[in-house]
Each structure stands twice: as C-alpha cells, then as structure tokens.
C-alpha cells in the first residue's frame, strides 16, 4: 500500500518561508507525477504545484513565483518551498502521487500564516 506522509507545516509570520516534506513508502519514480494541494474549511480542494516524473513542474497562478516544488529520487521525498508566504495561504496542505489513474494522498499538514 503505497503511503504519503507530510511535514514542516506550521505558524509563520506574513511573509515568512517554510518548507513542506512529503515521505513516500515507495520509490517516487513509480508515480506519473507527484504534487501538492490545499484545501481550506467549506472551499474545494486546490492544485498548488505538480511535478513530473521528468522534473517538469506546474503552479497555480497565486503560488508562481512564491512557491518551489522538488524531489529527491534517492530519499523518496517530495518538497514544497513557501516564501513570502500571506495570509490567504493558510490550509491543509496535502501531498499527492498519480499511478496510472491512481490518486494517493496524505494526511495533510496545518500551514497557518497569521501575525
């Protein structure tokens, strides 16, 4: 059963940075593309950033610029780097992995952004 567990959320300051890490239990090249999405009470859930098999990476229009998607092959780890972070940024974060037509996501990590 592949598993997905994320870490690094927490409470940053506006225009603060953080770094989300998501754990896999299997190796990240068996997935077609990795990502990260949040979801805030009573809103749908919403894509932040996809990145590839291949390394080709994708944001949404109010992440780009702020927000940083990686991996690391070797330790099976998928990263999201937040700067200037604000407000309006503040959900449950949660990492994601496509096997064929296969959706497996995490538990989700709090990223509160508040003064």
């Known amino acids: 059963q592949v598993q997905l567990v994320e870490s690094g959320g927490g409470l940053v300051q506006p225009g603060g940075s953080l770094r989300l890490s998501c754990a896999a239990s299997e190796n990240i090249n068996i997935f077609t593309a990795m990502g990260w999405s949040r979801q805030v009470p009573g809103k749908q859930r919403e894509k932040v950033a996809t990145?590839?098999?291949?390394?080709?990476?994708n944001y949404a229009g109010s992440v780009k610029d702020r927000f940083s998607v990686s991996n690391d092959n070797a330790k099976n780890m998928v990263y999201l780097q937040m700067n200037n972070l604000k407000p309006e940024d503040t959900a449950l974060y949660y990492c994601?992995?496509?096997?064929?037509?296969?959706?497996?996501w995490g538990q989700g990590t709090q990223v509160t952004v508040s003064s």
């Open positions: 990145i590839t098999r291949g390394g080709s990476t």
């Open positions: 994601s992995g496509l096997i064929n037509t296969t959706i497996y």
